[in-house]
């Protein structure tokens, strides 16, 4: 079982930046696909971006492709999502996910999340 925990949210103003990390636990972090996802208020939980074991492929939602980059430290066992020209409609609950050997964009890829971190941008 791996345990994965976020950080890194907070309340920010539109065009500011945040960096979220979620740090696992385990031996298994090198084998692990991460992915990030977001749910805002009364919507559905959608995908973010995307990251394979080794960090040599990456996968992005189309919308937030240039503002969003995701990242991992495998020695730290834990991956990152830099977001930056934060935007309101960015805020939402992010969660990270694992999934072993894998890469997707979708929910049901993901076997392990972490309880979710708020990220506020006002406006």
């Known amino acids: 079982q791996v345990q994965l925990v976020e950080s890194g949210g907070g309340l920010v103003q539109a065009g500011g930046s945040l960096r979220l990390s979620c740090t696992t636990s385990?031996?298994?972090?090198?084998?692990?696909?991460l992915g990030w996802f977001r749910q805002a208020p009364g919507k559905e939980r959608e995908f973010v971006s995307a990251?394979?074991?080794?960090?040599?492929?990456?996968l992005y939602r189309d919308a937030l492709k240039g503002r969003f980059t995701i990242s991992r430290d495998n020695a730290k066992n834990t991956v990152y999502l830099q977001m930056n020209s934060l935007k309101p409609e960015d805020t939402a609950v992010y969660y990270c996910a694992a999934c072993y050997s894998c890469i997707s964009y979708y929910k049901s890829s993901y076997d392990q999340w972490g309880p979710g971190t708020q990220v506020t941008v006002s406006s």
């Open positions: 990251i394979n074991r080794n960090g040599d492929n990456t």
């Open positions: 385990g031996r298994t972090f090198n084998s692990l696909g």
